[in-house]
């Protein structure tokens, strides 16, 4: 056959099959490279898949103003921080319970134990965002491997993804008590990499922090900002890959690559 048939031939195929526009051995250099088309997707849980407004009606009846979440909340995260950088490490349930007697000290207001447990109880039974399970789903069926990393305790979080029905769609839960820092150290990352067996640019971060997409794509990983209600992206440099208005629309991005 000659070279003109052959390749007209080839291209018939390919349009039948798109895939094979993309050779074998292409495909394998990719791998290597870390720069698959499909990452694997490494999740943030606290906001990003589960619903911390669910705990409004809690620190409406302890503060008589839910919107101290929002405040007590954003001290958990900064503290977080905070340790990480002067290398100390502590149980996230203990950091989320003194920002929780600082804020109620701020306000001269007394804490009780059911306070307290309320309010920790709470978070390990937060319900995932509305479109959550059906996208995690959808993902997995379209062939992504997923896995979750954390600031939350292996317990606690083992205990949140299970309370909100998702656990069995990760392959793998992670938590940062293995590494001794919080995220957004570059540790945590290369931790999950690690444990993950896959190259840092073959993973995708997927959180509705920004701080926690600039520390992923930082450590070498790909990003993708989830621009939930109250969220925006920092700065101006460098941006995510993908940025979505929640994991429905994400999945349906994500569902296009090849």
Known sequence: MRLTNCL????????????LLIPPWYRIKRLCEGLILKPVLLFDVNETL???DALRPAFLRIFGDENVLKEWFDAVLLYSQTLTIISVYRDFSVLAEDALRMVASTRQQDLSRE???EVLEGIRSLPPHPEVLLAL??????????????????QAVQAQLANAGLHDLFENVMSVDAVGKF?????TYAYACSTLLVAPKGTM???AHPWDVQGAM?????????????????????KPEFESSNLAELADRLLLLD
């Open 205 to 207: 971060l997927v959180a």
């Open 50 to 52: 589960l619903n911390v």
């Open 115 to 117: 306070d307290v447990k």
């Open 218 to 238: 930082r450590a070498g990983l790909r990003g993708a900002f989830l621009k939930r209600s109250g969220k925006s992206w920092f700065g101006d440099d460098p």
């Open 137 to 154: 789903r959808r993902l997995k069926a379209g062939g992504f491997r997923l896995a979750a990393l954390t600031n939350s305790s292996k």
């Open 183 to 187: 995220k957004p150290a570059l540790e």
């Open 8 to 19: 007209q031939e080839f291209l018939r195929t390919a349009a039948a099959k798109p895939a």
